[in-house]
């Protein structure tokens, strides 16, 4: 993933330390701007989306978004996908999360819901289902599979930097990620692939990497915002959330393009004293690779 302000990414290479793992997380950060060619909570609302709209709302100010774990054909990546195979996803205890399925969706769903909610003007309803069922949707896809090649890139989308398009595409590739290891606790689960979904749905609608190298932000920041481009598995299986503000669709571009652009609602500026996400090892990097289709 990419870490910039500026509408028109530009791409660097990314060194990776490897020591005991090398993970290169997640995203299309979007090589492409404007999509051309891009905890669990057990009070959270029902997952009928239909119930879950917004009252006296606009259609316009909502924003769907498709919990896919079936498979599919997915444009970004040209290709068919599997669906997840929870019968990989291992707890501490030695148990697969296969008899959890529908829980573990449900938990996932809820913690993307609430990570996207401080995101303004649209109100982000995340849903569980089929991709076909929304052809206008954004629709994220939760594959077993691992994505092309030796890189270590957990998830993937395009750059839309003024959400033009309606619908977008996202891939969570599950297989990559159990390349990092196949054993965490429930909640790490559901953190690790609701951070991934959320921050993909992010470049859906024209949020950035920011600056890792910036010494405006703090340690803490550096870990727990979710548009990082890189970050620690230890942050990745962390409680992350979006909390660097940032211009997703800059005036002079909406003059001429149009689009929509969104903002931090109801961010926390609270700072712990002492960082959540904190690894023993500090070359335990995760590290988002940006491409936005497969790199050779």
Known sequence: MRSLFTWRPVRRPLAVAVVMVVAMLVAGCGAYPWGSGTAVND?????????????????????LVVLD??????????????????????????ETLEADAASLEE?????T????SVLGPARFVVVVDE????????????????????????????????????????IVW?????????????EEWVNALANTAAHEVGHTVGFFHPDAESNDFTEYEKNAEIMMGVHTLSA????????????????????????????????????P????????????????????????
């Open 113 to 116: 819901e609430e990570i996207l």
């Open 236 to 271: 990745l299986l962390g409680r992350q959330q979006f909390l660097i503000p940032q211009e997703t669709c800059p005036e002079s571009i909406a003059d001429q393009f149009g689009g929509i652009a969104y903002e931090l609602s109801a961010t926390s500026t609270a700072r």
């Open 43 to 63: 009070s959270s609302p029902s997952n009928d989306a239909a119930t879950r709209l917004p009252a006296g709302q606009p259609d316009e100010l909502t924003k």
């Open 107 to 111: 938990s996932v769903r809820a913690r």
């Open 131 to 170: 991709a076909g069922n929304h052809p206008d949707a954004t629709v994220v896809y939760f594959t077993a599979e691992a994505i092309a090649g030796d890189r270590y890139q957990v998830g993937q989308t395009k750059l839309d930097q003024c959400d033009l398009r309606e619908d977008a595409t996202v």
């Open 69 to 94: 774990w079936s498979g599919g054909y997915a444009e970004i990546a040209s290709r068919w996908l599997s669906g997840a195979d929870f019968a990989q996803l291992y707890l501490a205890s030695g």
């Open 174 to 186: 599950i297989g990559t990620l159990l390349k990092l290891g196949n054993e965490h606790a429930y």
């Open 273 to 296: 004293p002492a960082l959540t996400y904190k690894t023993a090892d500090s070359h335990e990097m995760v590290t988002c690779d940006s491409a936005s289709e497969p790199r050779p």
